[in-house]
DNA sequence: TAGATTGTTAATCGATTAACAATC
DNA sequence: TAGATTGTTAATCGATTAACAATC
């Protein structure tokens, strides 16, 4: 079986099938199915099990799924079998959130640095880092061969940081300003915009 | 012209547009197309005409988009034309760092009230914020008509949470907790989780 | 006018669902 | 065995794109 191209949209609902899995072994789960799975997620049974076919055969028929045996296939196709370190750039409000945050273990990642441009926050401590210069990132980012940063500074600012992080070789950026950033093929973007959430649900909102 | 039915996929676009288009007005740009618009959010010009198409004629032949009115029409047409009162869950990193974000204004939200059930934290000050006893929610959001609210509490809080939520009326929560919640017809949720965006990421990756 | 860009249609493409044989 | 549930196929459904007449 030459590995066919997996659709984009199934890849996002990996991380969820996870989570809600990772969620029932914590219960005290063995086993589960289909329907269940859907039904804890909103999901059809039948798009669960077409999209878990797309990489191998991980049920039995009549039983359903191992939950340990699922999670850990999950954990291998996600490449969070072993854990990501992660630098964080910009130590106000949310990159200290996100520095001290403690929901990245058993996920696949761990933050490891905090990088900001104020000198008055330079040297200071966030939890168990002490921020860095912003003037060094790249220097720093590559010796560390960090692969993944999660931006938290101002929108004006996401760009120029982006474009650093590119330069670092940085291959994956979560975006927590509320602009679109433009980087090369080959990297990815992923966006954290707490106002683009609430503005799809407001749509169906009557003014109050 | 009955309303049609507007896929949910389009109105999740919609915020995106918006959110660049009020970026550009204040670039001080009074025109756009939607090629550009396309460009910038790595969208389908095509796509973008399309969306807007379905509720209304905002463009014109040769010229495109006029900036400021398109902005005024998206706002309309997402509710977010009038600011809407939001309350916080959970008064911990995250429930923080929401509560002082400056990102909402202008977006059509504002933080009103934070709450948290920890005695040591209740009657504190988080910005301009006197942390509010969790045990006094329902009240406290009914006589507020507070439709919105965030949950910012460990997990295992959050689907009592949100069934409590439920009771004082809301009818939008933007769930920080990375676990899925269930809530009647008529209530909606959307859900920020940066380990998933992240595995989202790290699938496309080989590891380092 | 000539050039540009919209709004819209029809064609294409892709994703979801329903159904069921296989099988545990 | 009987019941349950998978993996997979084919049918349905929906979304995206290409193309262009309309028109500014």
Redo the contacts with the bound molecule.
């Keep these: 079986m030459t590995d066919k191209q997996i659709?984009?949209?199934?890849v996002g609902r990996l991380p969820q099938y996870l989570r809600s899995l990772q969620r029932m072994g914590r219960e005290g789960r063995t086993l589960?199915?289909?329907?269940e799975l859907g039904e804890r997620l909103g999901?059809?049974?039948?798009?669960i099990?077409?999209?878990?076919?797309q990489f191998?055969?991980?049920?039995?028929?009549?039983?359903?799924?191992q939950i340990a045996y699922l999670v850990e296939q999950l954990q291998k196709i996600l490449n969070v079998d072993h854990e990501w370190e992660i630098a964080v750039i910009g130590a106000g409000d949310i990159g200290n959130a996100v520095a001290r945050y403690k929901g990245f273990s058993n996920r696949g990642f761990r933050v490891c640095m905090i990088f900001d441009i104020n000198p008055d926050k330079i040297g200071s401590q966030i939890g168990e880092f002490v921020i860095l210069d912003y003037a060094n990132l790249a220097e720093t980012i590559l010796a560390a061969r960090i692969r993944i940063a999660m931006i938290t500074v101002p929108a004006d600012r996401a760009q120029e940081v982006a474009d650093r992080l590119v330069n670092a070789g940085v291959k994956a950026i979560l975006n927590y300003a509320p602009i679109s950033i433009n980087v090369p093929e080959g990297v990815r973007v992923q966006y954290i915009d707490p106002s683009i959430h609430l503005q799809r649900m407001t749509y169906y909102m009557d003014e109050s």
Tied chains: 1, 2.
């Excluded at 659709?7 to 199934?10: A, F, H, L, N, R």
């Excluded at 999901?43 to 798009?47: E, G």
């Excluded at 099990?49 to 076919?53: A, Y």
């Design positions: 659709p984009d949209i199934v589960t199915c289909s329907q999901i059809s049974a039948a798009q099990r077409k999209d878990l076919s191998g055969e991980f049920g039995k028929q009549g039983t359903g799924y």
